[in-house]
């Protein structure tokens, strides 16, 4: 999985934070969603475009960016506190029915 919160040493009360390059394929407005038990967001460079902060359960959030084709800086954020744990990474755009975010288009380096 692209987002997997592994390795870790408990099942509560962790956070993990994903930086990288996402490859934007062509112009265009994407829609950006997090499905997160707790929170999350997803930031595309200095930009926050899905806050799903907070303490609940399964939740999906999302927003919308317009993004010109290339590699763009990302981060994605999540805290587990207790109970339930999800990490869902989603998105849509030109050409791109809504899906999780695929691990190809992902990368450390621009």
């Known amino acids: 999985k ?3 919160r592994q390795p870790r ?3 509560d009360k962790y956070a993990f934070r994903f930086r990288g390059y996402i490859n934007i394929p062509r112009d265009g407005v994407y829609r950006f969603f997090t499905n997160s038990d707790d929170g999350s967001r ?3 460079g200095e930009e926050l475009v899905v806050d799903n902060d907070g303490l609940h359960s399964a939740s999906e959030k999302s927003g ?4 010109a ?3 763009h ?16 990474v989603m ?3 030109p050409g791109i029915r809504k899906e999780e975010v695929p ?3 992902l990368c450390r380096d621009p």
């Open 73 to 88: 800086f990302f981060t994605v954020a999540m805290f587990e506190k207790s109970g339930g744990d999800e990490l869902q």
């Open 69 to 71: 084709a290339g590699t």
């Open 42 to 44: 997803l930031w595309i």
């Open 103 to 105: 691990w190809g288009v």
């Open 2 to 4: 692209s987002f997997a």
């Open 64 to 67: 919308v960016i317009a993004l």
């Open 9 to 11: 040493d408990v099942d």
């Open 91 to 93: 998105w849509e755009g």
